[in-house]
């Protein structure tokens, strides 16, 4: 039962009776023998050729019109779309003979439109025209609502990489939309001609029975049914019969179906076509060259790649929270990092053209201004960027050949230059063997790899990478990161990359950029954010605690003297600048030559050591490695260091160690040089009855990790809810500005 409870079946099984049973009950009437006779008569020969007839034709009227119809429903935005959309399906609920006598009245002789058209010598009612519109009329609806449903639940992600490819929306609509969409048009196609072949109040109203003319079977069968009861059900069984064919035809094995996964595409099944291991080799070459006769970088025409250019962009979309500004130099690829929610795609998606396009966006690309004040916004199509997300987003009824050929082709590459163009750059990416397969026989790396050849197959000015290899195995991963950085060493060219992946970073970026809360937070070079970094988030991604506060004293190394501002050294709830690095001391016991510094934070005073020529109350950020943190039951004694009472949130897998993860309540003070005040409210203990330092509005409460080992854990014994004590040293912390 695949999960489904057992009195689903009783309810299933009557409903399945009720419509199988009097149609089943047919065959107990018909008289067999006379059935071939009545079947050949000419009345009913007439009446079955016109119903096929007028159904095919009402049914491409329906298509002709329902799918634009349906698009506009579904993707269109105007103001009394839900009135439109009710009034279109509104012949779904009405009795047909209601819509036989609005046609009437519509294009009757006295008719809105039927008095005009009598006059220019058009007559429509009881003409077998009428037949066509009474069918359409009825079954139009079923088609629109099929193809509604579908495109508004459809996923526009692949019609989006087509635009970033060059293709315009009627390229679009016909090889990537509709294909996408074709078991709901198959559908609503079927579900449309089997009512346009039912068709009878609404025929019978505005078209009259006139045999050869307008009387469709349905309309024999109503006649039959009072001279020949019996000739009326033989009639509706060939009626049956015909529909039931066209529906097993529609809805056969190839429709129902899913493509068969090859092993590739099976989680965890071993690859068929392993990637030849020279290809990954070749692709990383000293020199940068790829191992297939074309360059990454290479266009579909044979000519070398452009110039890199720069990137400009400005975003302020204030119903987000979102206002970035960027500068990224020509051929400079830039990590964008962020928690969900910063804003990073909507950074993308306003580079590309593509989202919500509210807001103020201004993006210039070398000398090219995209979008901006008084600049007509160009389409994704016109921007030569290339597109690279989580999903490889191949386009399913392609194969993989045509899917990388599909943006030369659409900016206008002839078909068989840009076949052998895409067989190249599948060579240099180590995909030559996958050329004739179809995406769903791909495996997820294999599916990337083909993703970026296709990225790159425009020749892109900008490329935007969005997360690509956080669906793929760490195997999977270091070969695609491998490609992109052989790719971009053969053509340089300015990227964006959007990435939670520090391999990504450390590899590909040269510069690092933060957000959070929709604004740049932090930006500078990669090593300088990864070792140094002075956002929380950069901290916590490059794998350190950072610790945001204001400077509460400074010690210099060099002439020993402390400012403090308003605070004085030794002060307790301070404690000692001068004591917090007593453990400070070098190999052989001298001093260390740098500045001590002590910060109020979220997490109580923290003491550590600076180089940065800081002042009091200015912003500044402790930086401590979770190794450098140990974790105790009760306040530690001993050497004053750093302690802060935290509550424990969670402990996860970190290489052959245990990170442990606390945070701070609100209010908690912390214990410095292992002593002071706990759970203190804020604006306790501060002299001159201030400001609290400990009160950072908006900060929220500081995350902190320990790496400890299995053992140390297992001996803790803590859980998740706990208090416990995180102490680290003075001579681990370093001080930075912010």
């Known amino acids: 039962m695949n999960g489904l409870p057992r009195w689903v ?24 023998g006379s059935l071939w006779p009545l079947l050949t008569s000419p009345g009913a020969r007439d009446a079955l050729w016109l119903s096929l007839r007028t159904s095919v034709v ?21 103001p009394g779309r839900r009135l439109v959309r009710a009034l279109l399906l509104l012949p779904l609920v009405l009795p047909p003979v209601v819509g036989g006598l609005a046609l ?61 490819l060059g293709a315009r929306p009627t390229r679009v609509l016909l090889r990537v939309t509709l294909p996408a969409l074709a078991p709901a048009l198959v559908s609503g196609t079927v579900l449309a001609f089997a009512r346009a072949l039912g068709e009878f109040g609404a025929t019978i109203t505005f078209a009259g029975a006139l045999q050869g003319v307008t009387q469709t079977l349905p309309l024999e069968i109503y006649l039959q049914r009072s001279s020949d009861p019996d000739a009326a059900v033989a009639l509706s069984l060939v009626l049956v019969v015909v529909a039931l064919a066209i529906i097993v035809a529609a809805y056969g094995p190839w429709f129902t179906q899913a493509p068969k996964l090859s092993e590739t595409s099976r989680p965890g099944g071993p690859p068929t076509s392993p990637v030849p291991a020279a290809s990954v080799v070749d692709a990383t070459v000293s020199d940068g060259s790829s191992s297939g006769g074309t360059a990454a970088g290479v266009t579909a025409t044979g000519s070398a790649a452009r110039t890199p250019v720069p ?43 593509l ?45 993989v050949t045509d899917n990388v050929a599909f943006g030369p082709v659409s900016r206008g590459t002839a078909r068989a230059a840009a076949r052998a163009f895409a067989r190249s750059l599948l060579s240099d990416v180590g995909a030559a063997h996958l050329a004739g397969r179809r995406p769903h026989e791909l495996s997820g790396g294999q599916a990337q790899r083909v993703a970026i050849a296709r990225a790159l197959a425009t020749d892109p000015d900008v490329l935007l990478i969005d997360e690509p290899f956080s669906a793929l195995d760490v195997g999977a991963a270091q070969h695609a990161r491998l490609l992109l950085q052989a790719a971009h060493r053969a053509a340089p060219r300015t990227t964006l990359l959007v990435t939670h992946d520090l391999l990504d970073v450390a590899q590909l970026a040269d510069r690092v950029v933060v957000l959070e809360g929709g604004r740049v937070v932090e930006d500078g070079p990669t090593a300088q954010v990864l070792t140094r970094p002075r956002s929380a988030f950069g901290g916590r991604f490059a794998g350190v605690n950072l610790l945001v506060g204001r400077v509460m004293a400074v010690r210099d190394a060099a002439v020993g003297d402390i400012a403090a501002g308003d605070i004085a050294a030794g002060d307790p709830a301070v404690g000692d600048p001068a004591a917090a690095v007593e453990g400070s001391r070098g190999p052989n016991g001298g001093a260390v030559e740098a500045s001590t510094a002590v910060l109020a934070t979220a997490l ?15 912003e500044a950020v402790a930086l401590f490695e979770p190794r450098a943190v140990s974790v105790h039951r009760e306040p530690p004694g001993g050497s004053p260091r750093n302690a802060f009472l935290v ?11 245990l990170r442990v993860w606390a945070s701070a309540e609100r209010g908690t003070r912390s214990m410095a040089g292992a002593r002071g005040v706990i759970d203190a409210p804020p604006g306790l203990g501060v002299p001159g009855g201030g400001p609290d330092p400990m009160d950072l509005s908006g900060t929220g409460p500081e995350q902190v990790a320990a790496d400890l080992t299995p053992a140390a854990v297992a001996e803790l014994g803590a859980v998740p809810g706990e208090r416990l004590w995180f102490v680290v040293k003075a001579a681990e912390v370093t001080v930075l500005h912010r």
């Open 9 to 32: 079946v009783l309810p299933a099984a009557l409903g399945a009776l009720l419509v199988v049973l009097p149609v089943a009950s047919l065959l107990t009437r018909v008289d067999v």
């Open 58 to 78: 009402a049914t491409t009227l329906c298509v002709a019109l329902g799918v634009p119809l349906a698009l506009v429903l579904a993707r269109a935005s105007f």
């Open 104 to 164: 009437l009245t519509l294009l009757g002789r006295s008719g809105l439109l039927g008095g005009v058209l009598e006059v220019i010598g058009i007559r429509v009612p009881f003409t077998t025209a009428a037949v066509v519109l009474a069918q359409a009329f009825v079954a139009l609806p079923f088609l629109v609502l099929t193809l509604d449903g579908a495109l508004r639940s459809h996923d526009t992600a692949h019609e989006d990489v087509a635009a970033t």
């Open 311 to 353: 990137l400009t962009v400005r975003v302020r979309v204030p119903g987000r929270g979102v206002d970035v500004s960027l500068d990224v130099p020509a051929g400079e690829v830039v990590a964008v990092l962020g928690p969900n929610g910063a804003g990073k795609s909507t950074l993308l998606q306003a580079v590309a053209g």
């Open 355 to 399: 989202g919500d396009r509210r807001g103020d966006v201004m993006v210039t690309i070398g000398d090219r201004v995209l979008a901006g004040p008084g600049v007509p916004t160009a389409p994704p199509r016109d921007r030569r960027i290339g597109w690279l997300g989580q999903r490889a987003l191949l386009l399913r009824h392609l194969s």
């Open 604 to 618: 109580g005073e923290v003491h550590g050591t600076t180089e940065d020529a800081l002042e009091a109350e200015a």
């Open 647 to 657: 509550v424990l949130t969670g402990i996860e897998p970190h290489g052959p160690l």
